[in-house]
């Protein structure tokens, strides 16, 4: 069974920061690009950061470079999102995201709120 358990989330205030793990089981992780999404309240779900299957290769949505970091550790099969600097703009709910071909997954999701 495939699973994708996010971790992490939660209210910090702005200029804070968080950093999001996403724990993968019942797939090969380690062939798999990983991503963090995010959706926030009535907007669409949006690529935030991409890591590659061996992590040599990553990328990030333009307003987070910089401030989000995302990694990967095989050997623990999981996923994380570093988030430094974070402002209010960045509250939303925090989905991981595993491709590989044809074949994908989500996890639940993950709150973030940042607020003072």
């Known amino acids: 069974q495939v699973q994708l358990v996010e971790s992490g989330g939660g209210p910090v205030q702005p200029g804070g920061s968080l950093r999001l793990s996403c724990a993968a089981s019942?797939?090969?992780?380690?062939?798999?690009?990983m991503s963090w999404y995010r959706q926030a309240p009535g907007k669409e779900r949006e690529l935030v950061a991409t890591?590659?299957?061996?992590?040599?290769?990553?990328g990030y949505l333009g307003s987070v470079k910089g401030r989000f970091t995302i990694s990967r550790d095989n050997a623990k099969n999981t996923v994380y999102l570093q988030m430094n600097s974070l402002k209010a703009e960045d509250t939303a709910v925090y989905y991981c995201?595993?491709?590989?071909?044809?074949?994908?997954?989500w996890g639940q999701g993950t709150q973030v709120t940042v607020s003072s």
């Open positions: 995201y595993a491709r590989r071909f044809a074949n994908d997954y």
């Open positions: 019942g797939f090969t992780f380690s062939l798999y690009t």
């Open positions: 890591i590659t299957s061996a992590g040599g290769s990553t």
